[in-house]
Nanobody
């Protein structure tokens, strides 16, 4: 079993910054993808940013230039640095990973964190 624990959400004013963290633990041999999604009230969950080992990060157009995703593979941790926050960034942010309990053969599975609330308001 794999557990994801998120932290760092909260209340921020427009223009401020927050940093989210997500630590993965449990039966993990390798992590292929680490990502952040968000879901605002009444809207579908959407991809915010993703990162794989050995390739450039991928961002939603709405956060390009403001958010930065990074990972510490040794700690199975992914971060989301959110700068210049806007009210439309208000949502529950979910950590997501695709990992395998074995290197070979690979058996990828997807796991989700419990979510952390980010509220941007003056």
């Amino acid at each position: 079993q794999v557990q994801l624990v998120e932290s760092g959400g909260g209340l921020a004013q427009p223009g401020e910054s927050l940093r989210l963290s997500c630590v993965a633990s449990g039966s993990i041999a390798t992590i292929y993808v680490m990502a952040w999604y968000r879901q605002a009230p009444g809207k579908q969950r959407e991809l915010v940013a993703s990162i794989t080992s050995g390739s450039s990060p991928n961002y939603a157009d709405s956060v390009k230039g403001r958010f930065t995703i990074s990972r510490d593979s040794a700690k199975n941790t992914v971060y989301l640095q959110m700068n210049s926050l806007k009210p439309e960034d208000t949502a529950v942010y979910y950590c997501n990973i695709v990992s395998s309990q074995t290197i070979f053969p690979p058996r990828p599975n997807t796991y989700w964190g419990q979510g952390t609330q980010v509220t941007v308001s003056s």
